[in-house]
């Protein structure tokens, strides 16, 4: 029997173009695949927020509103919304082909698969017929009891720190490379202040799992998508 599905998105909106993007990335997970699967639209608060929620009428998603003001919090608030057995992290800035979630799910059929990503088009991935290991926090999939420390890593690397605490559970991240998803960087956040942030939280991160064996941990620690 096929897992149910939730996918979890975070939204953050400054902009009155990003309505624009968010409502497109909406459509367009709901376009590209057959599976069934909800949706829950975790948006933060800013002067578009009653934009979002009617964003959210028009599609019948469900949408819940956040006001931690922490990033990951708010993640973790929208996760613990979800009713599905796994869940899908994207955002309003990536765009999925069609056969994502069918791709995903193929992934967890390996027995020791914890968490699963897509080829992408930024790390210069081309569709083709293998799963390999490979990590990719903006976009992934894993099961729904996993949180992210939003304590430790209230914003920046909590994605990363759950690819590796999922690893030191004895699963491992798959990559389907069959489907491509596009991930448009920096459409929501950036700037002088965001790289601050990155450096303080990778420094975090090597300090929580500075002593790990795991082979997954350098590329992890440096910053790569494999």
Known sequence: MSPSVSVMMPVLVNEPWQLAMTQCAIK????????????????????????????????????????TGTPNADCNKGLDACTGDIVVYTGNDVFVRPGWLEALLECFEIEDCGAATLGNAELKHAPMPRIMEGVYGPFMAFRQDWRFDAETFPCQFGDTDLIM?????????????????????????????????????????IRKHGDSNLLMYRALSEGWGI
């Open 28 to 67: 367009t997970l709901r376009c590209t695949t057959d599976h069934q699967f909800e949706l829950v639209i975790a948006h933060a608060p800013t002067e578009y927020t009653d934009l979002i929620a009617e964003i959210g009428d028009i599609v019948r998603e469900k949408v819940i509103p956040t006001v």
């Open 165 to 205: 605490r999922i690893y030191e559970s004895g699963k491992r991240m798959y990559r389907n490379h069959g489907v491509v998803i596009h991930h448009l960087l920096r459409q929501t956040v950036g700037g002088e202040a965001n790289d601050k942030d990155f450096l303080a939280a990778r420094d975090r991160f």
